[in-house]
């Protein structure tokens, strides 16, 4: 019994095999096969995912290192943002904790009176500044919209050592593109840091050539 007429063993059936887990309980061998797999993607995708944002981050610091020679701290922010983040309608504001107050450092596709709007520091570029923490509208949807920011996609503070420098006013993103993205605020959050770190820098700079 459990031999054929010639004495070898019957072929397994299909589909049958089996392979212990741990506590000893089987689970069928194209089950295991697919576990394992779901988790080399897994963890591929992890490792694909912090290459990509390691990507972005090297070529971000590369300009802001670039900025401190030339000089154009708040041009380099703007391109990180135009090409890395996808919004060509940016504003950077200069901050005076001291006297609570804003002064338009540069700007790229946005019009004159809404930059007048923002300065005056009401809204979330106010909230950013005084509270020291980025602020994201599509996050907030129980705060009100001022007229001038139906279009604002965040405010970013840029802050050093406890200290805001600025604050960055980033409205709409480019058409492709419907909101932002994980790696887009992890970016953020380096420019926080170091895009304060490279503004301070370049006030600095121009303090040593000043009147």
Same mark, same amino acid.
């Given at each position: 019994?459990?031999?054929?007429? /010639?004495?070898?063993?019957?072929?397994?059936?299909?589909?049958?095999?089996?392979?212990?887990?741990?506590?000893? %309980?089987?689970?069928?061998?194209?089950?295991?096969?697919?576990?394992?797999?779901?988790?080399?993607?897994?963890?591929?995708?992890?490792?694909?995912?912090?290459?990509?944002?390691?990507?972005?981050?090297?070529?971000? %610091?590369?300009?802001?290192?670039? &900025?401190?020679?030339?000089?154009?701290?708040?041009?380099?922010?703007?391109?990180?943002?135009?090409?890395?983040?996808?919004?060509?309608?940016?504003?950077?504001?200069?901050?005076?904790?001291?006297?609570? &107050?804003?002064?338009?450092?540069?700007?790229?596709?946005?019009? /004159?009176?809404?930059?007048?709007?923002?300065?005056?520091? &009401?809204?979330?570029?106010?909230?950013?500044?005084?509270?020291?923490?980025?602020?994201?509208?599509?996050?907030?949807? /129980?705060?009100?919209?001022?007229?001038?920011?139906?279009?604002?996609? &965040?405010?970013?503070?840029?802050?050093?050592?406890?200290?805001?420098?600025?604050?960055?006013?980033?409205?709409?993103?480019?058409?492709?593109?419907?909101?932002?993205?994980?790696?887009?605020?992890?970016?953020?959050?380096?420019?926080?840091?170091?895009?304060?770190?490279?503004?301070?820098?370049?006030?600095?700079?121009?303090?040593?050539?000043?009147?």
């Amino acid at each position: 019994m459990g031999s054929t007429r /010639n004495g070898s063993r019957p072929p397994a059936q299909a589909g049958s095999q089996t392979e212990p887990v741990k506590g000893g %309980s089987l689970v069928p061998a194209g089950t295991e096969e697919l576990r394992v797999r779901v988790q080399q993607l897994s963890l591929r995708e992890q490792l694909e995912r912090h290459h990509f944002l390691l990507e972005r981050l090297n070529a971000a %610091s590369a300009r802001l290192i670039e &900025a401190l020679d030339h000089g154009d701290a708040c041009e380099a922010i703007g391109e990180i943002i135009a090409n890395l983040i996808g919004s060509e309608e940016v504003a950077i504001f200069h901050y005076f904790p001291l006297v609570r &107050a804003f002064k338009l450092a540069w700007s790229s596709g946005v019009e /004159n009176d809404i930059l007048r709007a923002f300065g005056s520091g &009401a809204g979330f570029l106010g909230r950013a500044a005084h509270g020291q923490a980025s602020q994201f509208p599509e996050r907030q949807l /129980n705060t009100p919209l001022l007229s001038y920011e139906k279009n604002l996609t &965040a405010c970013i503070v840029l802050k050093s050592s406890n200290e805001v420098a600025g604050v960055i006013a980033i409205l709409g993103l480019l058409p492709q593109k419907s909101c932002l993205e994980w790696a887009d605020f992890e970016l953020l959050k380096f420019l926080e840091l170091y895009g304060a770190v490279a503004l301070k820098f370049q006030r600095l700079q121009q303090e040593r050539v000043g009147p």
